[in-house]
């Protein structure tokens, strides 16, 4: 009995289980029980979100349908022409839901890169020759403009100077977008890919200026969006082989240029108030966009094909491209 009332004080004191198998006895008593308030906050939780997931996307088409109607012509093309070079980046993903992720080799994504770095530079001289056209003595506008393009894509990768590398950054959108993690991070990815297809989006908006021949808008935003198909197969080529489907491999290609048509009408209405502006606007799209094809595109390009048929594709692509301006 000396020893029982210890054991009882230490087994009752101090809020410690009585033995293990009480305690897995308890447990199994509390799993069994029915847990009627659980339900609820679900069901709740999940009309709350639908709820206001409505009624975001009412407020979205009412603003949406008011802006439509109060845009001029001019505006309202920048506008669809600039969501044109963003859908087309969805593109790349289409040829997944054919052929298996295995069927598209780096190879081929090297050449798509190197064609696509043709075309930019192409649009890159095309812009620098009409800014040249449009600016004062010493063309001190272009270098200028050239400068804070090339400065301004760099500040944006110091945004996010992890090193993990694009395909790390496209799978952090894939987990924001679908499994609903790293919110933080997919922010800070978006931010990053909304300064590189800024540069895009400006090009396109600076190139319909009225000052500037009405084809060459047309002809920079189609270039661009053959252009952007790349990209979005390069995204795909991220996704699909960690079993992402190809349509929602293309939505997450499409929000990646999702910038691209908001800043296109920015652009445009800026260069259209502030017009001596312009030679400068196409000198930063330029600028920006060389860097962007030297530095990613053929950097990618030369690892894959070599530099001769690196050097190959691209001359073809800019050369044929060159062609088509002149014509």
């Not at 006895?25 to 009627?36: G, I, Q, R, Y």
């Not at 050239?146 to 894509?153: H, P, R």
């Not at 606007?281 to 595109?297: D, S």
């Not at 190959?312 to 062609?323: F, P």
Request: aromatic residues 8%; proline residues 4%.
């Amino acid at each position: 009995m000396q020893v029982s009332q210890p054991l009882m004080q230490t087994r009752e004191g101090d809020g410690f289980p009585l033995s293990t198998g009480a305690s897995s006895m308890a447990d199994m008593t509390v799993a069994t029980l029915p847990n009627k308030g659980l339900a609820r906050p679900s069901l709740g939780g999940t009309f709350l979100r639908a709820s206001c997931t409505l009624w975001v996307v009412a407020c979205t088409v009412i603003v949406g349908m008011q802006l439509l109607e109060k845009m001029e012509y001019a505006t309202l093309r920048v506008f669809l022409y600039g969501w044109l070079t963003c859908i087309t980046t969805g593109l790349g993903a289409l040829p997944f839901m054919f052929v298996g992720a295995d069927a598209v080799s780096d190879r081929i994504l090297a050449l798509a890169n190197a064609v696509a770095g043709g075309m930019m530079l192409s649009a890159s001289t095309s812009m620098i020759l009409e800014a040249h056209e449009h600016c004062g003595p010493g063309c001190w506008q272009i270098f200028v403009g050239l400068l804070v393009g090339v400065l301004f894509i760099r500040a944006s990768e110091h945004l996010h100077s992890s090193g993990e590398g694009e395909d790390s950054d496209v799978v952090t959108l894939h987990c924001a977008f679908v499994e609903r993690r790293h919110f933080r991070k997919a922010m800070l990815v978006f931010t990053v890919m909304f300064f590189h297809s800024a540069a895009e989006g400006i090009a396109v908006g600076v190139a319909f200026s009225r000052q500037l021949k009405s084809q060459f808008g047309l002809y920079v935003s189609l270039l661009l969006a053959v252009h952007n198909v790349p990209e979005g197969l390069a995204v795909a080529l991220v996704l699909v082989p960690r079993g992402v489907s190809a349509p929602l491999a293309s939505l997450i290609a499409v929000l990646t240029s999702v910038p691209q048509p908001l800043l296109a009408v920015t652009a445009f209405l800026f260069v259209e108030s502030f017009g001596f502006l312009l030679p400068l606007g196409l000198a930063f799209a330029a600028g920006a966009m060389v860097y962007v094809c030297f530095h990613e595109l053929l950097l990618e390009a030369v690892e894959h094909l070599g530099w001769a048929g690196m050097l190959l594709a691209t001359a073809t692509s800019y050369l044929a491209m060159c062609r088509v301006i002149v014509a």
